[in-house]
T-cell receptor
Framework: KAGVTQTPRYLIKTRGQQVTLSCSPI?????VSWYQQTPGQGLQFLFE???????NKGNFPGRFSGRQFSNSRSEMNVSTLELGDSALYLC??????????????FGEGSRLTVL | GEDVEQSLFLSVREGDSSVINCTYT??????LYWYKQEPGAGLQLLTY?????DMKQDQRLTVLLNKKDKHLSLRIADTQTGDSAIYFC????????????FGKGTTLSVSS
């Protein structure tokens, strides 16, 4: 069974640009969560999607947005990039939220550098 | 609010046992998890424990949970150089909904 796939793995943008990151969950998983990892703040929750609906949202500005498609693939978008948005963006998938042990399975991440 | 704390570094010799500690604040936590992150990689789920358990063993890994003190530990027996990585403790609490709250991670360094 293939794991969580994130693309692109690495990207460099300049301030003011926007970026879109993609995530394909494990086959059969319908929940996708996004986390931002930085050396200073650690792992912070961005948002979670289930059945194309945002179920939960972390404490990030409106420049950060996401969506989920009918095939469970998800994208996140960051507009008007700032230097502080440089981070590893991790996507995680899980089966049905609120059932079982609810463990998350992470992808390798997309490393964004903003210059 | 919710918080998960871990010590930042741990250094051990190959063959010794490693114990990584974690404290959390949300008494309503249902599940607690341990993840491993190697350089340049994502997070790998190692194990998890349900809040009504106090111990779980999985091969070289032993998780101990003291719910009264909100303390979680991960013991790695016969630590190998390949165990060198960052280890994250995470909780799933009622307040955070479906999100996991992670600690800052403990860097484990194993010397031969």
């Amino acid at each position: 069974k293939a794991g969580v796939t994130q693309t692109p793995r690495y990207l460099i943008k300049t301030r003011g640009q926007q970026v879109t990151l993609s995530c394909s969950p494990i086959s059969g998983h319908r929940s996708v969560s996004w986390y931002q990892q930085t050396p200073g703040q650690g792992l912070q929750f961005l948002f979670e999607y289930f059945s194309e609906t945002q179920r939960n949202k972390g404490n990030f500005p409106g420049r950060f947005s996401g969506r989920q498609f009918s095939n469970s693939r998800s994208e996140m978008n960051v507009s008007t990039l700032e230097l502080g948005d440089s981070a590893l963006y991790l996507c995680a998938s899980s089966s049905t939220p609120g059932t079982g042990s609810g463990e998350l399975f992470f992808g390798e991440g997309s490393r964004l550098t903003v210059l | 609010g919710e918080d998960v704390e871990q010590s930042l570094f741990l250094s051990v010799r190959e063959g010794d046992s490693s114990v990584i500690n974690c404290t959390y604040t949300d008494s309503s936590s249902t599940y607690l998890y341990w993840y491993k992150q190697e350089p340049g990689a994502g997070l790998q789920l190692l194990t998890y424990i349900f809040s009504n358990m106090d111990m779980k063993q999985d091969q070289r890994l032993t998780v101990l949970l003291n719910k009264k003190d909100k303390h979680l530990s991960l013991r790695i027996a016969d630590t190998q150089t390949g165990d060198s990585a960052i280890y994250f403790c995470a909780e799933r609490g009622r307040q955070a909904g479906t999100a996991l709250i992670f600690g800052k991670g403990t860097t484990l360094s194993v010397s031969s």
